[in-house]
């Protein structure tokens, strides 16, 4: 019986990269970004561009069945070392435990890969249980918001580009959790800043239409200083310019912040960067609001401002009586934190 083979993105890369090939793919999760870019590098590696004609075949769950990929699958490479199969969607293909048959007894030549997005396939069932003692699974979770920085500065690095930590946050807060997304921003700046050049906040503020001085990564910043003034000032500019605002992502963001504030207090390491680390933040982005905020509100006060980021989400969502403007309810908000 052939060893389990469970895998992560990374290492699916490697192997691709380094000609390592298993038969059977399950590539599976809540992100759509590291399947699809999986399974690019796979199909990528394993046939050169003048094969693909003949030894390539992509289709999408919905409209195929389990036979009709296990008879792709069974062919025979034509003037090329293998074949390849890609099932896109393939949480939409009806009958999926047909396919057990053929992932025990492969083609060795033919490399078949199976896109299941949002979602994973029930592990005690097949075709799992198959894949999984005879090819490779592996699961794409949704990153957390504390690790998105960190997938832009690495993306930037792949594109021979740096990006400033301020640059970095201020798209993460603009875009959210969308790698795509959150990549195709970085091409375009990098069209834009120029190969091998820094993007810097204002290159964002510029390609991108964020205001560097009111977002709400400049919003935590004064509230972890307790900048009443420049507090009140982001507050206006969101009131005033909705287009540039949406109310439910900086719940969200004010939220994970206060969260992490609470959670520096069990720090066992006190110190800025002992802190940093605890929770998971750049150390720049971390003394820019984060260890401030620390100093200047309790840890009752901090409950308190989380429970009211949660009653401010629940009454812009008309829980409890009529809708009450955005504009409102943040500086209803802001006003309760600073004071």
């Known amino acids: 019986m052939a060893k389990e083979v469970q895998t992560t993105f990374d290492q699916v890369m490697a192997q691709a990269r380094e000609g390592r090939f298993a038969t059977t793919y399950l590539l599976q999760g809540d992100e759509d970004y590291y399947i699809d870019k999986a399974a690019q590098a796979l199909a990528d590696h394993a046939l050169r561009p003048e094969e693909r004609d003949f030894n390539m075949d992509m289709v999408y769950g919905s409209d195929t069945r389990a036979n009709d990929v296990i008879n792709m699958a069974r062919q025979y490479p034509m003037m090329a070392e293998r074949r390849v199969v890609v099932v896109r969607e393939f949480q939409s293909m009806t ?38 003692k005879h090819g490779v699974v592996m699961v794409s979770n949704r ?27 201020m798209l993460c807060e603009h875009v959210g959790s969308d790698l795509t997304r959150l990549a195709s921003e970085i091409d375009k700046l990098k069209l834009a800043v120029g190969q091998g050049r820094q993007i810097t906040a204002q290159a964002v503020e510029e390609q991108t239409g964020i205001s560097k001085e ?32 949406a109310l439910q992502p900086a719940l969200s963001s004010l939220f994970g912040f206060f969260t992490d504030v609470m959670t520096a207090y069990y720090s066992p390491d006190q110190s800025d960067n002992g802190i940093a680390q605890w929770v998971g933040k750049n150390p720049f982005i971390a003394r820019q609001a984060l260890i401030p905020a620390r100093h200047n509100y309790g840890a ?36 309760y934190i600073l004071h």
């Open 95 to 132: 009958g999926k435990e047909v396919l057990s048959s053929y992932i025990k007894n492969p083609m060795q030549s033919t490399i078949l890969i199976l896109c299941h997005k949002h979602g994973t396939l029930d592990g005690r069932k097949a075709p799992a249980t198959d894949i999984k």
């Open 300 to 335: 009752k006060k901090v409950m308190d401002i989380i429970a009211k980021i949660r009653e401010t989400d629940a009454l812009s969502k008309g829980v409890g009586g009529e809708k009450t403007p955005v504009g409102d309810l943040l500086r209803e908000l802001v006003f």
């Open 214 to 245: 009111y977002n709400i990564f400049e919003l935590q910043n004064a509230l972890g200083r307790k900048d009443v003034v420049k507090a009140n000032k982001i507050v206006n500019y969101f009131d005033t310019n909705p287009k540039n605002f």
């Open 143 to 169: 990153l957390y918001d504390n690790q998105l920085p960190a997938f832009v500065t690495g993306y930037a690095t792949q594109q021979q580009m740096s990006i400033d930590p301020q640059a970095a946050q």
